[in-house]
């Protein structure tokens, strides 16, 4: 085990099987409809890329970036975009890909911005579910597991900057962890 970490909750097997049923459902869900699939940078780009090549439909990616914390690890609620797509979403059948959905603040933002460009569904995809952290009435479509109110990393996940490559997810050490911006 990474000797930052308190303890592992997804092992890769478990992550990796997780994906592949996503990519089934999606499958289903998705055939015919050409989806956009857009992966939001940096955290889902691991997810992205795994869940892309379980979904065998015909398809299209784009990426994403977006700034909604005012520190490392606390939502501030203030949605910035930094990475814009590439192309017009209109008429498109839009699957926004995420890592971790936590006060919801993110994904309402995102699916309203999308809905107003005229898409013509915008569905959400996250891998991680923190619904004790939510503070806006809000749930991912799709969301492969879901996770106790702690600070995660790895496959994706970081704390400043740290770990995304780590091929499992765990709760960092509360020594590493700044617990000083909790609330
Ligand atoms: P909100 O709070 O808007 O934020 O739903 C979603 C984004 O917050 C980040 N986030 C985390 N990142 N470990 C992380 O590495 C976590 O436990 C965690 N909780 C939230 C993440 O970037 C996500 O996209
Ligand atoms: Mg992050």
């Keep these: 085990m990474h000797p930052d970490l308190e303890s592992i909750l997804f092992d890769e097997e478990t992550i990796q099987s997780k994906v592949r049923e996503l990519g089934q459902q999606l499958t289903e ?6 989806p956009l699939f857009i992966c939001i940078l ?5 997810f992205m890329a795994d869940l892309v090549k379980r979904v065998e439909v015909p398809m299209e990616m784009d990426f994403m970036a977006i700034s909604s914390y005012g520190t490392s690890s606390k939502s501030s609620g203030v949605v910035r ?7 017009s979403i209109e008429g498109r059948h839009v699957v926004i890909v995420e890592d971790i ?24 995809v996250s891998l991680f579910d923190k619904p004790s952290g939510r503070k806006v009435d809000i ?8 996770v106790p109110n702690a600070f995660i990393v790895g496959y994706g996940l ?3 900057e740290q770990y995304r490559n780590l091929p499992v997810v765990g709760v960092l050490k509360s020594d590493i962890y700044a617990t000083s911006d909790t609330d």
């Excluded at 869900?29 to 050409?34: F, H, L, M, V, W």
């Design 101 to 124: 959905v936590d006060t919801g603040l993110t994904l309402k933002y995102l699916r309203e911005t999308l809905m107003h460009r005229h898409a013509a569904s915008v569905k959400i």
């Design 158 to 160: 970081d704390y400043a």
């Design 139 to 146: 749930a991912p479509d799709y969301y492969g597991f879901t």
């Design 42 to 46: 940096k955290g889902a780009t691991l």
């Design 81 to 87: 975009i930094l990475k814009d797509l590439d192309r």
């Design 29 to 34: 869900d998705y055939r015919g409809k050409n």
